[in-house]
Nanobody, 121 residues
Framework: QVQLVESGGGLVQPGGSLRLSCAAS????????MAWYRQAPGKQRDLVAS???????NYAASVKGRFTISRDNARNTVYLQMNSLKPEDTAVYYC???????????????WGQGTQVTVSS
């Protein structure tokens, strides 16, 4: 199994910044991609940003230019730097990893427990 632990959420004023971190642990053989999703109350969970093990990134249109995803492969950690935050960014943010453990033949999808981000004055 792979465990994902997120940190860095909280309350911030509009225009402010937050940095989320997600560390993967377990008997990891390979992590193919890592991503951040978010889910606001009453809405579906949507992709915010993703990054492959080679560093290719993808962003939702609503966060492009404001959020930056990065990854430390040596530490199995992914980050989400969020700048110019808006009230509509308020959501629970979930870390996701597509990874294979040493006992698996194929990669599986793993999720963190989520961290709350609230943007409000």
């Amino acid at each position: 199994q792979v465990q994902l632990v997120e940190s860095g959420g909280g309350l911030v004023q509009p225009g402010g910044s937050l940095r989320l971190s997600c560390a993967a642990s377990g008997s990891i053989s390979s992590i193919y991609s890592m991503a951040w999703y978010r889910q606001a109350p009453g809405k579906q969970r949507d992709l915010v940003a993703s990054i492959t093990n080679s560093g290719s990134t993808n962003y939702a249109a609503s966060v492009k230019g404001r959020f930056t995803i990065s990854r430390d492969n040596a530490r199995n950690t992914v980050y989400l730097q969020m700048n110019s935050l808006k009230p509509e960014d308020t959501a629970v943010y979930y870390c996701n990893a597509v990874a294979r453990t040493t006992s698996q033949l194929y990669p599986l999808n793993y999720w963190g427990q989520g961290t709350q981000v609230t943007v409000s004055s």
